[in-house]
């Protein structure tokens, strides 16, 4: 099977405030999702947000929307 975008993975380390920490536990037990999930997450909807602020960004989207008849 052929490796997607996003199969392999990395080890890393983050620092957290101490009071966050039973916070993300108590989300991460009700969501049944690990922190690496979470974090993974969070990750791609900063990078989201940061991809959003640029004009040209929803100048590509709108224009590829238009393309497809979607609006």
Excluded: H
Aim: aromatic residues 10%.
């Amino acid at each position: 099977m052929a490796k997607r975008n996003g199969d392999s993975k990395e080890s890393m380390s983050v620092s957290i405030n101490t009071n966050l920490i039973p916070r993300l536990s108590r989300y991460c037990f009700k969501k049944d999702l690990n922190v690496s999930q979470v974090v993974v997450k969070a990750v791609k909807r900063f990078l989201a947000a940061e991809m959003a602020e640029d004009p040209a960004f929803w100048d590509e989207v709108y224009d590829k929307y238009e393309e497809e008849g979607k609006i």
